[in-house]
């Protein structure tokens, strides 16, 4: 295969290179679209009969659910990618900013409705938490800090090369609230306990745990609350049939149901990839959008890593996975919204639980989103969907999960219907799951850990696999368990990072 005519990578300049993508999640298919955008021949290769990744959706006798990331925050990421493809992206999706964001539910009954508008979010702080409501502001204002120094200097930067140090603000780094955990810094802004769960919350978005994971986290809370969050018309699958629509238009080749087994390796420089089927394909550049754990030590295989590499692999702590139920329902209650949270009565305690102890909480935090509240073709009339989520340990027990599934939806119903929902059990009239085992199935992640490694650790939310394989050249690591974190807009920015890195030759 034929290398660049020069030092450049950009189209003009490239005599064709050929880029192997492994997945087809949101950064498999950002990836192939900048690669392909950029002058590269890109061929993508899922073991799924759809591309999408976790942005998976069922369908059900006029009932519709997402079944992976229900909120979309951050879409100018998803506008900058369309615009480098020369597309318009509202010619492909339908993106509605939301102005009511979340209701958190206490178990003493309180309620309280969050919005765009950070005034009335304040106001009816005020009325269950006198006084916190101008806290919230400050908490927000501080946010914003945090996000303002960590945006260009660590979610925007590959941090591949040293060039990529040299240009870091370090005294802005040394101002991101990394010396103290979350909880600390949240138990130092807010009176009222209520105040302080709703925020040591955001911890959950990367699967962490607050009383753990450095306060520099609180940037989530920004992004959020004083961003917002947006729903794509006809729901977040339409996002992934949409990248797949814009990869195959600008002559991407997308293969499904196809398994790889292995990437080769020839004198530390990727070369290829080996499909299931015993086939090689040849390629100059890959790049795998499968969890980056199950990538070094399955596909590259332990021989080809250093042992710093082996043992971080073995001694990783990894993210919460989760447990959801979907619920088609006859009826609707007035107390849901489009996001909801129902808090536990004892949110350490919770933590502990699933993350020293290794063990499902025993009175999970329950968040449940109802979007045909938002969109009614989601439900017939009169009807809910309700997708139920509560974040678990990693697991890969499967005869633990098989029988831990009818607990935990017995215990989950119980208490949701105590909460407000009176009638749940009677109302489903179909219903599915999916456990960590099936998430570690269905999306080769590592114990059904939803974000790889954990952030639990003052630096290990900076220490994530880079985008760039150390040690194998011509290997790209991508998606939600790599450099920057998970989530949908930091996946897209992953995605940025590769295809400058495989730009640069590194």
């Given at each position: 295969?034929?290398?660049?005519?020069?030092?450049?990578?950009?189209?003009?300049?490239?005599?064709?290179?050929?880029?192997?993508?492994?997945?087809?999640?949101?950064?498999?298919?950002?990836?192939?679209?900048?690669?392909?955008?950029?002058?590269?021949?890109?061929?993508?290769?899922?073991?799924?009969?759809?591309?999408?990744?976790?942005?998976?959706?069922?369908?059900?006798?006029?009932?519709?659910?997402d079944?992976?990331?229900?909120?979309?925050?951050?879409?100018?990421?998803?506008?900058?990618?369309?615009?480098?493809?020369?597309?318009?992206?509202?010619?492909?999706?339908?993106?509605?900013?939301?102005?009511?964001?979340?209701?958190?539910?206490?178990?003493?009954?309180?309620?309280?409705?969050?919005?765009?508008?950070r005034d009335?979010?304040?106001?009816?702080?005020?009325?269950?938490?006198?006084?916190?409501?101008?806290?919230?502001?400050?908490?927000?204002?501080?946010?914003?800090?945090?996000?303002e120094?960590?945006?260009?200097a660590?979610?925007?930067?590959?941090?591949?090369?040293?060039?990529?140090?040299?240009?870091?603000?370090?005294?802005?780094?040394?101002?991101?609230?990394?010396?103290?955990?979350?909880?600390?810094?949240?138990?130092?802004?807010?009176?009222?306990?209520?105040?302080?769960?709703?925020?040591?919350?955001?911890?959950?978005?990367?699967?962490?745990?607050?009383?753990?994971?450095?306060?520099?986290?609180?940037?989530?809370?920004?992004?959020?609350?004083?961003?917002?969050?947006?729903?794509?018309?006809?729901?977040?699958?339409?996002?992934?049939?949409?990248?797949?629509?814009l990869?195959?238009?600008?002559?991407?080749?997308?293969?499904?149901?196809?398994?790889?087994?292995?990437?080769?390796?020839?004198?530390?420089?990727?070369?290829?990839?080996?499909?299931?089927?015993?086939?090689?394909?040849?390629?100059?550049?890959?790049?795998?959008?499968?969890?980056?754990?199950?990538?070094?030590?399955?596909?590259?295989?332990?021989?080809?890593?250093?042992?710093?590499?082996?043992?971080?692999?073995?001694?990783?702590?990894?993210?919460?996975?989760?447990?959801?139920?979907?619920?088609?329902?006859?009826?609707?209650?007035?107390?849901?919204?489009?996001?909801?949270?129902?808090?536990?009565?004892?949110?350490?305690?919770?933590?502990?639980?699933?993350?020293?102890?290794?063990?499902?909480?025993?009175?999970?935090?329950?968040?449940?989103?109802?979007?045909?509240?938002?969109?009614?073709?989601?439900?017939?009339?009169?009807?809910?969907?309700?997708?139920?989520?509560?974040?678990?340990?990693?697991?890969?027990?499967?005869?633990?999960?098989?029988?831990?599934?009818?607990?935990?939806?017995?215990?989950?119903?119980?208490?949701?219907?105590?909460?407000?929902l009176?009638?749940?059990?009677?109302?489903?009239?179909?219903?599915?799951?999916?456990?960590?085992?099936?998430?570690?199935?269905?999306?080769?992640?590592?114990?059904?850990?939803?974000?790889?490694?954990?952030?639990?650790?003052?630096?290990s939310?900076?220490?994530?696999?880079?985008?760039?394989?150390?040690?194998?050249?011509?290997?790209?690591?991508?998606?939600?368990?790599?450099?920057?974190?998970?989530?949908?807009?930091?996946?897209l920015?992953?995605?940025?990072h590769?295809?400058?890195?495989?730009?640069?030759?590194?």
């Open positions: 295969m034929s290398l660049p005519s020069n030092g450049s990578n950009n189209g003009s300049n490239l005599a064709t290179q050929h880029v192997v993508v492994i997945g087809g999640g949101i950064g498999g298919l950002a990836s192939a679209i900048l690669l392909k955008t950029r002058g590269y021949e890109v061929t993508l290769l899922e073991k799924n009969e759809t591309t999408g990744g976790k942005l998976g959706e069922v369908r059900h006798e006029g009932y519709r659910f079944t992976g990331p229900s909120v979309l925050t951050l879409p100018h990421l998803l506008e900058r990618l369309f615009t480098e493809a020369g597309k318009d992206l509202s010619d492909y999706l339908t993106i509605t900013p939301l102005s009511h964001l979340c209701r958190y539910n206490w178990p003493d009954g309180a309620t309280l409705d969050t919005w765009l508008d009335r979010t304040a106001n009816e702080i005020d009325s269950i938490a006198p006084g916190d409501g101008v806290a919230y502001k400050r908490a927000l204002n501080h946010a914003k800090k945090l996000h120094r960590t945006w260009d660590f979610l925007e930067n590959p941090l591949a090369r040293l060039s990529d140090l040299k240009s870091l603000p370090w005294a802005d780094l040394l101002r991101i609230d990394a010396h103290r955990t979350l909880a600390s810094r949240v138990d130092s802004q807010f009176n009222s306990e209520k105040l302080r769960m709703l925020f040591k919350r955001f911890a959950t978005y990367n699967g962490s745990d607050p009383w753990k994971t450095p306060a520099t986290l609180q940037v989530i809370s920004h992004v959020e609350l004083t961003l917002g969050s947006s729903y794509v018309e006809g729901g977040l699958r339409r996002l992934a049939e949409a990248l797949e629509t990869a195959r238009e600008l002559g991407c080749e997308i293969r499904t149901d196809t398994m790889v087994n292995a990437i080769t390796i020839d004198q530390k420089t990727a070369t290829g990839v080996q499909l299931d089927d015993g086939t090689n394909l040849a390629a100059d550049n890959v790049v795998s959008n499968m969890d980056a754990t199950r990538t070094l030590r399955d596909l590259v295989g332990t021989r080809h890593l250093s042992r710093t590499q082996r043992t971080r692999l073995k001694l990783q702590e990894l993210s919460t996975s989760g447990l959801v139920l979907l619920l088609a329902c006859d009826r609707q209650w007035e107390q849901l919204r489009h996001h909801n949270i129902f808090f536990s009565r004892d949110y350490q305690r919770e933590f502990q639980e699933m993350v020293d102890e290794k063990r499902p909480a025993s009175e999970p935090t329950i968040y449940v989103t109802n979007t045909s509240l938002t969109d009614p073709n989601d439900a017939p009339p009169g009807g809910s969907n309700l997708f139920v989520l509560i974040n678990t340990p990693p697991s890969s027990d499967r005869a633990f999960w098989e029988q831990e599934v009818t607990r935990q939806r017995t215990h989950i119903l119980d208490r949701l219907e105590k909460a407000g009176p009638g749940l059990c009677d109302s489903i009239i179909w219903e599915s799951h999916l456990s960590p085992t099936q998430m570690m199935d269905r999306y080769e992640a590592e114990d059904g850990s939803i974000y790889g490694s954990s952030s639990n650790g003052k630096l939310a900076f220490l994530r696999p880079g985008n760039r394989a150390r040690g194998i050249h011509n290997l790209y690591l991508i998606g939600g368990t790599t450099h920057p974190g998970g989530g949908i807009p930091l996946v920015l992953s995605a940025f590769v295809a400058e890195l495989v730009g640069r030759g590194e």
